[in-house]
């Protein structure tokens, strides 16, 4: 692990790019006659230390609730199974399997044609709470569905409008904060999902014990009514909220514009937008102006570089672990509770997560180190799976299921180490993030199948297939971190690497 002094050095020896590029014909000129305080000078620091908390304050506690309401219109149906959707809507134990797993089908399918887009629209902060409203639109009318069908159709819709939200924040994150900012605040933003994992009981027990027949509506029909409503509120909220790029967000002064794309500048030595050098051969120019041409050769760019393979073998495992998102109410079930305290019970678990995600990611970022911050987590989670599948005990299986979430230390910390380890151009990041999601999110499709009826309270199936993705996933995280250690020093002796010069000093995280 690199020590704090190594990893300031690093810090201290970006180039400071101000000296070889002309800021005036930046962005069709808008910033001429701008000028920045001279770069490490107390007035610069002190500017973009203020520049740091008016984008924290307008971007993450948006984008937190976001993510809170996208897990909760996405899981709150392993909540409906404790009430009487089942039953109402007459499910087999597959059908109601194949309605959590149909979302994972649309939500799959739109990963990248979102992001792409987001990338060329240029309008993340209209872009996102759109996506949003149109999730909890469809998640509200989930409450007047009457069949399986209906059921089914819903959810495979909900999962065409959520696919533009996590990997299109984590573009949009990449947009505003340096290589050693977004663990962090990719961290914060996370935390979202671990909170709704928590809020997702609270919320269950309140609605299924006392709404169940008001108005004559079912116990589950309320849930989705009431969760999707409160979506729409956010993401009207958003949409006022939230920026859009740095260049381009008007209640931000022309110096603190300039400063937040000068930021971006110095991390990596380049332009954070499609016209800066790119790692491929055939396209080191400038990206066409074809907006459909420029997204398909980010796309081409993302999928031949090793290390978004890479990347995408690690979190594609990694998934097959915390895929038990999707059944956790039935793990916690098996303990033999009744449903009140089942779903209380399933709140602390998220809730630690949530606590170590956050710490686990800002030291990640503190100690510029990712490799071992990624690897305590799965180990966690094995010892989790083990306990689960060698006691029937409720005490050690409680414990067991606290420690099967820790998994999630290693998801936002693993975005962020992609886009560190994919800076530039903005068209392959946005393409790699998508990519890398996709396979990240394929294990929810079949992992509710592995949890199926008669398999409680051991579960042999479902918690030795996600043992078996842990070991791959750390095995992929090690290959990985070989891999950057060797482009690292190609950079250190004056290669270029993805289009990046040595001599500014990047190198990539590991």
């Not at 692990?1 to 180039?15: L, P, R």
């Not at 987590?377 to 029937?392: A, E, K, N, R």
Request: glycine share 8%; with cysteine.
């Amino acid at each position: 692990m690199a020590s704090e002094k190594e990893f300031a050095a690093e810090k201290s020896s970006i180039h400071n790019v101000e000296e070889s590029l002309d800021l005036s014909q930046l962005y069709g000129g808008q910033f001429e006659g701008i000028t920045l305080p001279p770069k490490g000078s107390p007035e610069r620091e002190a500017m973009e230390k203020r520049l740091k908390l008016k984008i924290d304050i307008a971007i993450l506690p948006c984008v937190i609730l976001m993510y809170i309401m996208n897990y909760l219109d996405r899981n709150n149906i392993a909540a409906a199974k404790l009430g009487s959707l089942v039953k109402d809507l007459h499910l087999t134990s597959t059908q109601y399997s194949t309605c959590v797993s149909i979302l994972f089908v649309g939500y799959i399918s739109m990963q990248i044609p979102s992001n792409l887009i987001l990338e060329k629209v240029g309008r993340p902060g209209l872009y996102l709470p759109t996506a949003m409203a149109i999730w909890g639109i469809l998640s509200t009318l989930t409450c007047v569905v009457h069949s399986y069908t209906g059921l089914l159709v819903v959810r495979l819709l909900i999962g065409f409008a959520e696919a533009a939200f996590y990997p299109g924040v984590m573009f949009y994150l990449s947009c505003w904060y340096t290589r050693f900012e977004i663990a962090k605040r990719s961290a914060i933003f996370v935390v979202g999902s671990w909170l709704s994992g928590a809020f997702s009981g609270l919320i269950a027990y309140g609605v299924l014990e006392y709404l169940n027949g008001v108005r004559g509506l079912a116990d589950w029909r309320w849930l989705f009514l009431i969760e999707g409503v409160i979506t729409i509120g956010i993401a009207l909220i958003s949409m006022v909220i939230l920026p859009n790029l740095p260049a381009t967000t008007r209640w931000l002064s022309k110096e603190e514009r300039l400063l937040a794309v000068v930021r971006m500048i110095e991390d990596v030595g380049q332009r954070d937008d499609d016209s800066a050098p790119n790692s491929e051969q055939e396209t080191a120019e400038v990206l066409p102006q074809s907006k459909f041409r420029s997204a398909m050769i980010g796309f081409i760019m993302a999928v031949r570089d090793p290390k978004v393979l890479n990347f995408l073998q690690m979190l594609f495992c990694f998934a097959g672990t915390a895929g038990i998102n999707t059944v956790f109410p039935t793990i916690v079930n098996s303990l033999g509770f009744d449903r009140p305290k089942t779903l209380l019970l399933t709140a602390p678990p998220w809730l630690l997560v949530a606590i170590t995600s956050v710490i686990n990611s800002f030291h990640s970022d503190k100690t510029g180190e990712r490799y071992w911050h990624m690897m305590w987590g799965p180990c966690l989670s094995l010892v989790g799976f083990v306990i689960g599948i060698s006691t029937t005990k409720t005490a050690p299986r409680y414990i067991a299921m606290m420690l099967l979430l820790q998994i999630y230390n290693s998801w936002a910390l693993g975005f962020a180490w992609l886009s560190n380890s994919v800076p530039r151009p903005p068209i392959k990041r946005a393409a790699a993030v998508a990519t890398v999601n996709i396979g990240g999110n394929i294990p929810n499709i079949f992992v509710p199948y592995l949890f199926y009826a008669g398999s409680s309270p051991h579960f042999y199936v479902g918690f030795t297939v996600c043992i078996i993705f842990s070991f791959l996933g750390m095995m992929g995280a090690t290959t990985l971190r070989w891999q950057l250690k060797r482009l690292n020093k190609k950079l250190e002796t004056g290669q270029t690497v993805d289009g990046l010069d040595g001599t500014t000093g990047f190198r990539f995280l590991h």
